[in-house]
């Protein structure tokens, strides 16, 4: 009898110490998904228009996230823009739904036209409802355009859900810009 209770005593001290060890170890914080800490909230610049004109529009597979790239001539004066989930994206002008395939909706305004001065299209895709082709995308479902009216070119683009997503624009090359919608395939 006296053996298991100092078996006992012994058996608790154990238990409490690693119980204190385990703590006094810090907590562990998630690894963000490939590094990706961005979130789902709007990206955009300040109110104003940029100068130039929309002249293409691409796409890209990477590891972590879907890449839409739309890419402006004779942007000099810095490109203003506006990415944002929203519940409808609509055409610029008329306020016509854009339907797009995908459980979620990015509308992303570049404020530049998709014409020239005279009115003369600087982007004319073959098929608005299609711009790039998603087949075999993670998080793209589809890219369409929603019009250019105003000085303004918006696009849609439809994705698997609300996933972290960022956009920004680069410079160069020469005078060119390039407006970059990054959108991850999960959280």
Not at 83 to 109: K, M
Not at 165 to 170: E, T
Request: hydrophobic share 35%; charged share 20%.
């Amino acid at each position: 009898m006296k053996t298991n209770r100092i078996m006992g005593r012994a058996g608790i001290g154990t238990v409490a110490a690693a119980g204190a060890l385990l703590l006094s170890a810090p907590a562990a914080t998630a690894t963000p998904y490939c590094g990706i800490t961005w979130g789902s909230t709007p990206d955009y610049t300040s109110s104003g228009y940029s100068s130039g004109h929309l002249e293409g529009v691409r796409s890209g597979r990477h590891t972590c996230f879907d890449r839409l790239v739309l890419d402006v001539d004779d942007a000099t004066h810095g490109l203003k823009y506006d990415v944002r989930y929203v519940t409808t994206v609509r055409q610029d002008g008329s306020g016509t739904a854009v339907p797009l395939r995908g459980a979620a909706d990015v509308r992303i305004i570049v404020r530049v036209p998709s014409y020239d001065a005279a009115g003369r299209p600087t982007y004319r895709p073959a098929n608005s409802r299609e711009l790039v082709d998603t087949a075999g995308y993670a998080t793209f479902r589809q890219v369409a355009s929603a019009g250019s009216f105003e000085g303004q070119s918006t696009i849609g683009l439809g994705v698997r859900a609300r996933l972290p997503m960022r956009a920004f624009a680069l410079a160069g090359p020469g005078d060119h810009s390039r407006l970059v919608i990054d959108v991850a395939h999960r959280w």
